[in-house]
């Protein structure tokens, strides 16, 4: 059974970081492309990055440039490092996997994370 478990969030002020992880399991890692998305309070979950078992990423315009999407096939996790935060990133966070690279859609993605909040204050 694949397990997706984010971890990392928290509360910071406007202009700080966070740095998200999702720990996977039930599946040859190494093999999928993982994602991160995002969902506010009364919006619709959206794309955040994605990165392919190859490395290749791929972001949102709307974090492009400061949020930074990474793995570590040893440890079988993905992380997502967010600097410059925004009142506007503040979400639930999610993480999932893929069996198909650079997709932004949730179709694409077949296991999904629990979520961890994201709150940035102005």
């Known amino acids: 059974q694949v397990q997706l478990v984010e971890s990392g969030g928290g509360s910071v002020q406007a202009g700080g970081s966070l740095r998200l992880s999702c720990a996977a399991s039930g599946r040859t890692f190494s093999l999928y492309a993982m994602g991160w998305f995002r969902q506010a309070p009364g919006k619709e979950r959206e794309f955040v990055a994605t990165?392919?078992?190859?490395?290749?990423?791929y972001y949102a315009d709307s974090v492009k440039g400061r949020f930074t999407i990474s793995r570590d096939s040893a440890k079988n996790t993905v992380y997502l490092q967010m600097n410059s935060l925004k009142p506007e990133d503040t979400a639930v966070y999610y993480c999932?996997?893929?069996?198909?690279?650079?997709?932004?859609?949730?179709?694409?993605?077949?296991?999904w994370g629990q979520g961890t909040q994201v709150t940035v204050s102005s």
């Open positions: 999932a996997s893929s069996r198909f690279s650079e997709r932004t859609t949730i179709p694409w993605y077949d296991y």
């Open positions: 990165i392919s078992s190859g490395r290749t990423t």
